[in-house]
Structures are given as structure tokens and as C-alpha cells.
């Protein structure tokens, strides 16, 4: 079984299978999709921003240098067009 950390709105959207945005609808749609095919299942839960330590990563804000792996992980080229690089602002 998965965690995964997610905010308030999408937990309850991913609990009653629908959510009034359509992305987001067809997110939950094939999510589930998968999991019935892999036969696994996920349980979300809720961190609040002030303690969720990945918070600051999500808004941009990186942790020093010295704290990165050493290395980079390579992606699969047919990943990459779904991934976008953002820098961080100085």
C-alpha cells in the first residue's frame, strides 16, 4: 500500500471517484485504472503545510546545495515530454 501526501480537496476528490474539474476527473480516472490493473491501493492522507517538510520544495524553495544527491537520475525519454524544468528564483 501507497501513502501519499496530497491536499485536502484532492483526498476527497480521489474518496468519492469525481471532482467538478475535468483534469482532474480524468487524473483520479486513470489512477484508478492502474491500481485495479497492478491490484494495489493507496491510502491518502493529509500533512498540513507547516509541517509537511516538502512544502517549501513544491513552492520553489530548495534546500541547500549540500543537501542534493551527488548525482542526477536519468529520466526516460518518453517521460520528458510531461516534465518541465523550473529554476529556482534567486
Do not use: H, Q
Not at 549540500?66 to 537520475?73: A, Q
Amino acid at each position: 500500500m501507497w501513502k501519499c501526501v496530497i491536499y485536502e480537496g484532492a483526498i476527497g476528490a480521489f474518496r468519492k471517484g469525481r471532482c467538478s474539474n475535468l483534469a482532474s476527473n480524468m487524473c483520479i480516472r486513470r489512477t484508478e485504472a492502474i491500481l485495479r490493473a497492478a491490484d494495489l491501493s493507496i491510502s491518502l492522507i493529509y500533512i498540513n503545510t507547516s509541517i509537511n517538510i516538502a512544502n517549501p520544495i513544491s513552492r520553489g524553495i530548495l534546500p541547500d546545495s549540500s543537501t542534493r544527491l551527488p548525482f542526477r537520475i536519468p529520466i526516460p525519454d518518453k517521460l520528458t515530454p510531461f516534465l518541465t524544468y523550473n529554476a529556482p528564483e534567486e
